[in-house]
């Protein structure tokens, strides 16, 4: 709506600069007009108790949202990332592009309702189920453009580069024939996704080597000199034998690798780091770029503790991702990185950044400037940006009574998901009560996809 101007007003609001008090907030078109603290509402001011800016979902791949909890049964040898990313691989064998946008959209409308409001798409499904293209080279990674303007979550598209299967340029095995491009059908998928992203308002396309199994040293430089600003992610150090592989290719360790050989810096997002030295942590520390962080996933494949609290003591920056969308849950990936330094170090609030901190708020404000980093946005409560926030339900026994500086805390480690109420993406109100407006009928479909793939 042209021109439209609503207001809001709430208790209290985490503003950039903290805390405030009585805060009415003016939208217009989506975005945010102004923003007043310690001022009484108006008649006519939507009402809310608590709000709080909504979290970027840095790495998620959406179509893996339609196997949780469907690998979870003990094989014959032992279970481990290599076996699920088998399993993982017979699933996406038959996904159509429909099946692919019913799944996205499910996910999406998830991911809404526990508090994020943009989402990297790490895209790697491009092509029919015999590996040839569709007619239209952007077919798969449209289903997710069109279930991002469904659900109304605000995308960062990162298609995939991926053109082999381990270090050295080795051939592609047959299960990644959906994946693969040339550098020159890779570049054009890119132009068509510019294309394609301008029909929806502050859609951000990113370029992911997939990861340094998946491209030779001569392919990522291409991809670099092609990506000019865009943010680049890509996936590393996440398993052990990956580290051992590298070793032995290269003489190094992926990360150290990487930072060696490519100029990364903040456009930059490297999804799990895993498995780092001392070194390595405080070098990717300091090198400006972001961790992508994905504790459910990393907890579920059986990956690793990324070494938290060191990264973080060096100034590091990170988000979080959703990842494999086994559970999608904003406050669980928080907690659970918390959680894993608890149990390591044996000892509490081991990631906030001094005494008198909350470890949720430190948690909270971090990931916002990462994520938001991570996948090429601005983000906050502040004039001109989209006003994307979750107002939080006060009324949880969690929550209540609470000062709002006690309010994420309150939200991350007891009230989890049942502490969000709604939730506003550019300005529209896609979850109230906790249930996003189109969720019925995104359900619908998703089960109806679902009948037939594990029928
Ligand atoms: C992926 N997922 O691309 O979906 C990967 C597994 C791989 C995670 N690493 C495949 N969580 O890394 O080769
Ligand atoms: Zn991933």
New binding site residues.
């Given amino acids: 709506m042209a021109g439209a101007v609503q207001a809001l007003h709430f208790g209290a609001a985490l503003l950039p600069a903290g805390w405030a008090r009585d805060v009415r907030v003016a939208l217009a078109d989506g975005l945010v007009a102004s923003v007043q603290a310690g001022v009484a509402a108006e008649s006519g001011d939507e009402r809310h108790g608590a709000l709080i800016p909504g979290l970027p979902n840095l790495h998620s ?1 959406a179509f ?1 949202r339609a196997m949780a909890g469907l690998a979870e049964v003990r094989g014959a040898g032992d279970d481990s990332f290599w076996t699920w ?1 088998e399993l ?1 691989y017979r699933f996406l064998d038959r996904l159509t592009p429909d099946d692919v946008g019913a799944i996205a959209a499910m996910a999406q409308v998830e991911m809404l309702e526990s508090g994020f409001t943009r989402v990297g798409e790490f895209h ?1 499904l491009h092509h029919a189920a015999d590996g040839r293209p569709y007619r239209h080279a952007a077919e798969m990674a449209g289903a997710i453009l069109h279930a991002a303007a469904e659900t109304g979550i605000g995308l960062t598209l990162l298609p995939v580069f991926y053109a082999h299967s381990g270090f050295g340029g080795q051939a592609p095995t047959a299960g990644q024939r959906r994946f693969l491009h040339d550098l020159d059908g890779f570049q054009r998928l890119l132009v068509r996704l510019d294309e394609l992203a301008a029909r929806l308002p502050d859609v951000v396309v990113g370029v992911a080597p ?2 340094l199994r998946a491209v030779t040293p001569a392919e990522l430089a291409a991809l670099e000199s092609l990506a000019r600003g865009r943010p680049i992610h890509i ?1 590393i150090a ?1 398993q052990v034998k990956e580290v051992e592989d590298c070793l032995r290719w290269s003489g190094r360790r992926p990360v150290e690798w990487l930072l060696g050989e490519t100029d990364v810096g903040p456009s930059w997002c490297l999804v799990h780091a895993t498995h780092m030295t001392e070194a390595e942590t405080l070098a990717l520390a300091r090198s400006g770029a972001v961790a992508g962080l994905c504790p459910i ?1 990393e907890a579920n ?1 059986g990956d690793g503790l990324f070494p938290a609290e060191a990264f973080l003591e060096a100034g590091g920056r990170f988000g979080f991702g959703s ?2 969308n086994v559970r999608i849950d904003m406050t669980e990936e928080l907690r659970l990185l918390e959680y894993g330094q608890r149990l390591l170090h044996r000892g509490r609030n081991r990631l906030a950044r001094g005494a008198g901190h909350s470890t949720g708020a430190d948690l909270f404000a971090g990931a916002l400037a990462g994520g938001a980093q991570a996948l090429g946005v601005a983000a906050g409560l502040e004039v001109g940006l989209p006003f994307d926030a979750v107002s939080l339900n006060i009324g949880h026994p969690s929550l209540a009574e609470r000062a709002p500086e006690a309010l994420l805390d309150g939200l991350i480690f007891a009230a989890g998901r049942g502490g969000i109420d709604c939730v506003w993406r550019r300005g529209r109100k896609q979850v109230a009560g906790g249930r996003h407006v189109r969720r019925d009928e995104v359900v619908a479909r998703y089960r109806a996809t679902l009948s037939g793939l594990l029928a």
């Fill in positions: 791949h893996q990313r993982m790697y997939h990861s996936h996440e996933t494949l990842d494999s």
